[in-house]
């Protein structure tokens, strides 16, 4: 290792130790914290930003209105709003697996036996009203060329399954990294099959309990007098 190298190594190994100090000391205050998000944030972009936000709120001085102004740019960029797009089919995806399996006479079919041709995906995402999957290029449906190209960033991709003949498509394993990565649990309301992110609020059911429990800060709690001055103290 070079010098510079070992140089930076123990900058990054000190600034470790100041951030745990740090996060240790305001682990409580932290969690109590309700960080507000811009207005134009869609839920996926709320979760991703809050963490961050609910810190610089703790920080005080510039540093809230410095992060929120650093965000915008940034989900505002073509590169975001097609990665919403994506995270959009993600979901319309595990609704379709869930449509198909999510049913007694299956419970005993592991991720990697529950699969879909590749058509059979298609059309039941073409299916689903509202989405925009029927009218997606010219006004033509999704076909299995764009469907790869949609999914190629999540490193999912079409292979050969058995289903009576041996064709082209997916398993729900596929998938699994990714749903838990880029989507919210489905709706776990009692007596609720509709397989869509859970609000908690959906119809026919007399009790709504969300599955997202550790959703952690939500909404800002406003950091005045002492806290503001200790937290910058202890990260300066």
Known sequence: ??????????????LQIRAA???????ETLANCEPVCPPSFDDRQADISEPL?????VLGGEWPERIRKALLP???SPAAED?????VLLGHIRKVFLDKYDAPDYDYLNPDQRKLRTGDLLERLCEIEDAPWSEWSGGKKL??????????PFEIRSKSIRDGDVVRGYT????????????QPVCSCKGCKCHEACSGLCSGSE??????????????AAKTGGKEEGAKEAVN
């Open 53 to 57: 936000i609910a810190i610089c709120d």
């Open 74 to 76: 940034v989900f505002a």
């Open 143 to 152: 076909t299995g060329y764009g469907l790869s190209k949609l999914l190629k």
């Open 21 to 27: 100090k740090w996060g240790r000391r305001y682990a």
């Open 172 to 183: 729900s394993a596929q998938f699994l990294d990714a749903f838990g990565l880029y989507l």
């Open 1 to 14: 290792m070079g010098r510079r190298a070992k140089q930076l190594r123990e900058e990054l190994e000190r």
């Open 83 to 87: 990665t919403s797009k994506r995270v």
């Open 207 to 220: 009790n709504a309990v969300s599955v997202n429990v550790d959703a952690g800060c939500s909404g800002v």
